[in-house]
């Protein structure tokens, strides 16, 4: 059966020792490059999380923070922006944000924090209700 699978002269423990770790690495390497659901639009569980407010910055922009996502433990950051008295202008912005730094985290942080992440989500109707993944630099406005 091994010996079907490896090439000539690894068989017994020696290849399917071999056999193992290859099947390892490449477990691993799928694992590493699949994304958790919370971060690929379209967002099917959009809703199923509480978003808790965190209130307005000093720009009064609405910040809110999500509920733990179940796939990958982690929370969503999200910073809205909507200036009603122009068309299409509503905008919002989400990174992920570990708990760790949810601790003493104010609405006033939330554009800075945004903004200094290697990547993020973008959507709303300044995008044409689209979503889309940006890589930084990240600027919020």
């Known amino acids: 059966m091994i010996g079907d699978i490896l090439p000539t002269g690894f068989s017994g423990w020696i290849g399917h020792m071999l056999l193992s770790r290859i099947f390892q690495f490449f477990h691993r390497r799928q694992k590493q490059s699949r994304r958790c659901s919370c971060e690929t639009p ?11 407010e965190l209130g307005e910055d000093s720009s009064q922009n609405e910040i809110s923070i999500s509920d733990r996502c179940d796939g990958c433990g982690l929370h969503w950051l999200v910073y809205y922006i909507d200036q009603p008295h122009h068309t299409n202008s509503g905008r919002w912005w989400r990174v992920k944000i570990a708990a760790k730094d949810l601790d003493g985290f104010s609405a006033d942080m939330a554009k800075s924090y945004i903004e200094d992440q290697e990547w993020c989500l973008v959507g709303g109707s300044y995008y044409d209700q689209g979503t889309q993944r940006i890589e930084g630099p990240i600027r919020v406005g």
């Open 42 to 52: 379209p967002f099917t569980y959009y809703g199923a999380y509480a978003q808790n």
